[in-house]
């Protein structure tokens, strides 16, 4: 746990404090931010976040916002605090790419525990992907293919390592932009569309792995 650091986003001190009090009793670092602008330059600069526990209703930019502008560029695990209880607001929550969602009052007892089994899956995640002389170094971020450097967008990067962890599923259009964008998009297929042409470009032969299902979405089938 020494090297896993959490952001705390809050606008209330008393609750960092709470937070960040028990965190610290785990034996895990953590950094502080009272709005959601503090939140994403903290996030931004340090490159170093390995979790967030984020608040929804803030000043400047509230913790919706905040998650959409780092789930354009980062999975790292959110959980989010909120005292509201709406259905509907959890749902939002969930399409946004939230991992936990935790109402207030809560247990810091609990809470604490589920900042612990997200770090735990996170830990077991495979950090090196290879198949038919594609190789995909997730922590450092690097594509190469046939031993040649790729150089691709977060999104592309994103979308092949779904590819590659999904190989021979028929995945619909639906299933990728959930699992690769995070939330659905409100169903616009051009977004996953535009990014497979451009993928499989970049990917030279390599790219034919690519199968479309017409009508459905694609399939991955790389040739050992």
Known sequence: MDDITVLVVDDEARMRKLVCDFLQNRGYHFVEAEDGEQALDIFFGRKDIDLVILDVMMPKMDGWQVCKEIRQYSKVPIIMLTARTEERDELLGFKLGVDEYISKPFSPKILMA????????????????????????????????????????????????????????????????????????????????????????KMGAKGDFIKTIWGMGYKFEPQD
């Open 114 to 201: 589920r900042v612990d089994a997200i770090l735990r899956r996170a830990g077991q995640e495979e950090s090196s992907l290879s198949v038919g002389g594609i190789v995909i170094d997730k922590t450092a971020h690097i594509v190469t293919i046939d031993g040649e450097p790729v150089e691709l967008s977060v999104k592309e990067f994103e979308l092949l390592s779904f590819f590659v962890e999904n190989k021979g599923v028929a995945l619909s259009r639906e299933k990728i932009l959930n699992n690769v964008w995070n939330y659905d998009y409100y169903g616009d297929a051009r977004t996953i569309d535009t990014h497979v042409k451009k993928l499989r470009s």
